[in-house]
């Protein structure tokens, strides 16, 4: 492997919500920098930089990840989902974030992109989460304004839903 200097601009080419972009970035740019700044996502926040409040949690080949703790080399060639990619079309929301307008799911909105992301793989995965489960995927996320009740209020909602559409 290459060792690529600190401030050598490196062409990184992933998908992102379905579409193949290529990027530039120094071999030591975050994931969260380089979707914001080079590929003008900014819908991925950056609260900590240390993996802990969750805010900029994405998907990377179907796993959540923390955006802030990978370097986008890291990422050459993966398939990334951000909060842009969540809803089905651009004038529409995806079943979750629905409930989260329905059930007053955020307030602030810094957190939410990362709640979200994690809710949504949470539901994919397991459509019957329960309560429990739910608080548990939480636990990875801080919410500063909203208690979470009204956030596991929609998740729940959001899994009927779901449920319903089967």
């Known amino acids: 492997m290459r060792r690529i200097p600190a401030n050598e601009q490196v062409r990184v080419s992933v998908e992102v919500n379905g579409r193949v972009v290529t990027g530039q970035a120094e071999s030591r740019t975050l994931l969260s920098d ?3 700044h080079e590929l003008g996502l900014t819908g991925t926040h950056v609260g900590c930089e240390h993996g802990v409040c969750g805010a900029c949690t994405i998907r990377i080949d179907g796993d959540i990840a923390r955006s802030c703790l990978k370097l986008a080399v890291q990422v050459e060639g993966a398939s990334i989902e951000t909060i842009e990619g969540l809803a089905p079309a651009p ?6 974030q629905q409930a989260f307008v329905e059930h007053h799911g955020l307030q602030c909105g810094f957190c939410t992109p990362g709640i979200l992301i994690s809710l949504d793989t949470l539901l994919r995965n397991e459509p019957n989460a329960d309560e429990m489960r739910i608080r548990e995927v939480l ?9 979470y009740t009204p956030i ?3 998740a729940l909602a959001a899994r009927d839903r779901l449920k319903e559409l089967d």
């Open 139 to 147: 636990s990875g996320h801080l919410c500063r304004c909203t208690g």
């Open 34 to 36: 380089f979707l914001r």
């Open 91 to 96: 004038d529409s929301l995806s079943v979750l």
């Open 152 to 154: 596991v209020k929609a």
